[in-house]
């Protein structure tokens, strides 16, 4: 995508319209951070960790592929690129969130932990400049492996480098066990320790399972934008629409497995340390958002996807991908605002404009990136090869 084309244009408005949206809601929301500062923070928390986990959720997909292979990772793999590739303006976007670790976090307060016993012992780990060194050490980590696997990318591009493609695959394994360490922490810290003298050991892998299924619903549901148009229609065959589709099920499957373990391990033990996490969730309220992530999350994603005729539809996939990524962000919000909102379900103009603003300002970044490649790698091998293989069969059908 290096002219001028159709394509070229509609990205240049997407990415205008996006960015446009973002900084208008932004505006209104650091408008309104003067007159209340800690829904500001909570608001912006909240919406600043389900954007990250869209774009750090890119890293395992896009790795899988270069692990794996699978003619599904070519059709969205330049989104997943393009999505590393916007990372730094997610760094820039942690920012505010660290200057609100005090209206965030009840460790931040020297008088709280010196009140509790059960956090005295914490204190080594959860203090405020521990916490952003932390922060800053994980994104420069992401960073290094955005730049390489994307740097790699390219030079395939220019020249037919078998060892090109061996460096994407020795460094996907060792970049699968990074991305699972960095954001094992990531995870305690950014939202677990919002209520710190809770825990769980499966918590952290439930949030990157919801990740990886927010990045691939978000490049799915893009992908029905180009997948008609030159050069992705060489490579939009059925079957690999129906493996992008039986991934969906997959982490949809993993998701509620993990989900479910963690409350049945938790409530079955009973100890007064682990069940208020979910007596918050389960009352005043917050019992039917847990409902309906049941029915949305789960169920009725899990019986569509069990159709073979519409996960070999584009439309069909990209529109169900679409509304999974919507319910991603209610589970989000029921992950986060309990900590705060302990008196009942409450929704505030200020958790959908944070979410307008960060997301608008990423995605335009995002479709800035994406015009920036060609939406097939060039010299890829196996890439020529499924290309023959779809040619083939469509003579066959004919």
Known sequence: MNGAGPADFRLQRLEQRCFAIGVLALAACIAAAFRSPDQFFRSYLMAYVFWSGVCIGCFPVLMMHHLTGGGWGYLIRRLL???????????ALVLPALLGIPHLYTWAHPQAMAGNAALRHKRIYLNVPFFALRTVFYFAIWALLAHYLNKWSGEQDRADAPETRRRLYNLSGPGLVIYGLTMTFASMDWVMSLEPEWFSTIYSAMFMVGQVLSSLAFAIAVL??????????????????????????????????????QFLIIWSG???????????????????????????????????????????????????????????????????????????????????????GIGGIWVGAFFRRLGQKPLLPVHDPELQAAIERIGKARVGEA
């Open 81 to 91: 690129e393009a999505a590393l590739r916007a990372l730094p303006v997610m760094a």
């Open 224 to 261: 029905l934008l180009f997948i008609r148009q030159a050069p992705l229609r060489e490579i939009a065959a059925p079957k690999y629409l129906n493996d992008l589709g039986n991934m969906l099920l997959t982490f949809v499957i993993l998701w509620a497995y993990l989900a479910f373990s």
């Open 270 to 356: 009973n100890l007064t340390d682990e069940i208020p996490w979910y007596l918050h969730r389960s009352r005043q309220g917050w019992q039917w958002i847990a409902m309906a992530l049941f029915v949305f999350h789960f169920a009725i994603p899990f019986l569509v996807l069990l159709s073979r005729d519409i996960k070999r539809q584009a439309e069909a996939l990209s529109a169900l991908a679409g509304a999974l990524f919507l319910v991603r962000l209610l589970d989000m919000f029921w992950m986060v605002n309990p900590a705060f909102d302990t008196a009942g379900v409450r929704f505030h103009w200020l958790d959908w404009a944070a979410t307008l």
